[in-house]
């Protein structure tokens, strides 16, 4: 079976096929970065006007990638929710008229269970269960990844996701927008001891986070300061970021007994996480598992495995009742319904 994943929830159009037997043979990403750099922030209508110019592009280039034809398409998956309404409704529209046209099912996937899953895009794949840190720009979680589509969110953040700390700070820092990948950058020249910033909520006994104190002492640290100060506060602040995560996840591994962690979402591609996660854990017996940089962010590829998943399963349909979510909790997923409205 060849299906088609589009990514449309934010500022990334990302297009992907993935195939049964060969896997991933084709992913074509148009990241709107530079358009919403201007603005320090993505500015929905722009993200839905760029979707609609490069989305047919990408699907072309895709095909071409892959030497397939529109016909040889057996299934279209599309991310539903959540994300911004009308970025969204681009790529169902187009992923609505596409299956229309071939009669072939559409599914509509959820874009953090395709975060989530990310992971089996690897070579090297955990087994259930298993424990996910998920950590993007909206969303901080761990969750318990029991089966395919069985999810248990254990903890979420009270404020802030990780993400949007990072890239507040980075902001706070002159730093053009999305500014985490480079204040990690910017921290690997810093001292992480040259300020003790607070590990939030650690003695909480809890697995939930919290990210808006931490922000707010860096905030008032940063105005004190000079640009020559920055790189040791990046590295504090990137340090008392990751220590809280890596509390957080020991204590989920350790309440839950599973033998394998993945980290997902964008801020997985930060390295010091990656390594200090997997500094702890394999002593305790525990495998880290994470995508590579590129699908840690937005892409089509995650879209497509989990429509994969899915239609496999034969939850796809020739019903256009689309309901786009713009927030969509992944416990309410199963592995046989598509999902539950809300
Ligand atoms: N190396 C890094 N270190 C820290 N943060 C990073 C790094 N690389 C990317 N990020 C952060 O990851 C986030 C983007 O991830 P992603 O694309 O998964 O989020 P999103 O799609 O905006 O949010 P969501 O998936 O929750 O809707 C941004 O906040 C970005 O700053
Ligand atoms: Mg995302």
Redesign the pocket.
């Known amino acids: 079976m060849l299906v088609l994943g589009i990514e449309s929830?934010?500022?990334?159009t990302g297009v992907a096929l993935y195939d049964s037997e060969q896997k991933l043979v084709a992913h074509q990403i148009y990241s709107q970065i530079e358009l919403h750099a201007l603005y320090g922030g993505v500015v929905p209508e722009l993200a839905s006007r760029d979707h609609i110019r490069k989305l047919p592009l990408l699907v072309d280039a895709a095909l071409e990638e892959a030497g397939k034809e529109y016909s040889d398409i057996d299934g279209i998956a599309f991310t539903e929710g959540?994300?911004l309404i009308g970025a969204l409704m681009v790529g169902a529209l187009y992923a609505e008229g596409l299956s229309y046209a071939l009669k072939k099912p559409l599914l509509g996937v959820n874009?953090?269970e395709a975060?989530l899953q990310a992971v089996h895009l690897e070579d090297e794949v955990p087994e259930y269960p298993f424990m996910t840190l998920l950590?993007?720009?909206?969303?901080s979680q761990l969750v318990l990844v029991k089966a395919f589509g069985e999810y248990e969110i254990l903890g979420d953040t009270l404020d802030d996701?990780?993400?949007?700390a990072?890239?507040k700070t980075?902001k706070l820092m002159g730093l053009p927008y999305?500014?985490?990948?480079k204040?990690?950058?910017m921290a690997e020249e810093g001292d992480d001891k040259a300020y003790d910033f607070p590990r939030p909520m650690i003695h909480s006994g809890d697995l939930k986070f919290s990210f808006s104190g931490l922000k707010t002492k860096v905030a008032m640290t940063i105005k004190d300061s000079t640009e020559a100060d920055y790189p040791n506060i990046a590295a504090s602040f990137?340090r008392a970021v990751i220590d809280t995560l890596v509390v957080k996840t020991k204590r989920a591994v350790t309440e839950y007994h599973v033998k394998s962690i993945v980290i997902a979402?964008?801020?997985a591609?930060?390295?010091l996480?990656r390594q200090e996660l997997a500094r702890v854990m394999e002593p305790m017996g525990v495998r880290v598992f994470y995508p590579r940089?590129l699908f840690?962010?937005?892409n089509g590829a995650m879209v497509a495995y989990v429509g994969h998943e899915r239609l496999m399963r034969n939850q796809g349909s020739l019903n256009y009742d689309v309901k786009l979510k713009a927030r969509w909790p992944l416990s309410t997923l199963s592995s046989k319904q598509e999902s539950e409205q809300e």
């Open positions: 929830s934010c500022d990334e959540p994300g874009h953090m975060h950590v993007s720009g909206g969303h996701a990780v993400g949007e990072f890239d980075a999305p500014g985490g990948a204040l990690a950058k990137q979402g964008g801020v591609a930060n390295k996480l940089p840690c962010t937005d």
